[in-house]
């Protein structure tokens, strides 16, 4: 993601122009138009996804729907919360999604630890620990859902 468009992001305000230059180029953006549905289970479920723009709503199993916007926060950096196989986001408008992949966090992780620490705080999210740091097998994929910037 070019660095002057991930900046403008105000969850990124708090980073130094230095951490920006070492997280912009592990960040991607995609863009899904509304009423299109995601599955919030699998690779979204292993990814650190930030929406940028738009609203959407995600309904779990048995629960009302939750509207997310702009500076909520999901997937496997987000806070816990219990696993829903059948959790979907719709885009309600136009969403705009910041995405970085398990393996992009990975490679951050190893590389500049101390800046994936100021992304996450950024991001409003508590760290947890990662898989591959815990001894036994990879869990299945799990929803966790969800920081609000303004929380």
Do not use: D, N
């Amino acid at each position: 993601m070019e660095i002057l468009r991930f900046a403008s992001l105000t969850q990124m305000h708090p980073l130094s122009h230095e951490q920006l230059a070492l997280i912009a180029p592990h960040a991607s953006e995609r863009t899904i138009p509304a009423g299109r549905r995601l599955l919030l289970e699998g690779p979204f479920a292993q990814e650190l996804v930030l929406i940028a723009g738009g609203r959407g709503l995600v309904r779990c199993a048995g629960e009302p729907g939750i509207e997310l916007g702009a500076g909520h926060v999901f997937g496997e950096l987000a806070p816990t919360r219990p696993a829903y196989e059948t959790a979907t986001l719709t885009a309600l408008t136009e969403l705009r999604l910041v995405v970085f992949s398990e393996r992009s966090i990975r490679i951050l992780r190893e590389t500049a630890p101390e800046t994936v620490a100021a992304l996450v705080a950024a991001c409003g999210v508590e760290p947890l620990a990662r898989h591959e740091e815990q001894a036994g097998p990879r869990p299945a994929p799990q929803l966790s859902l969800v920081r609000s910037q303004a929380a």
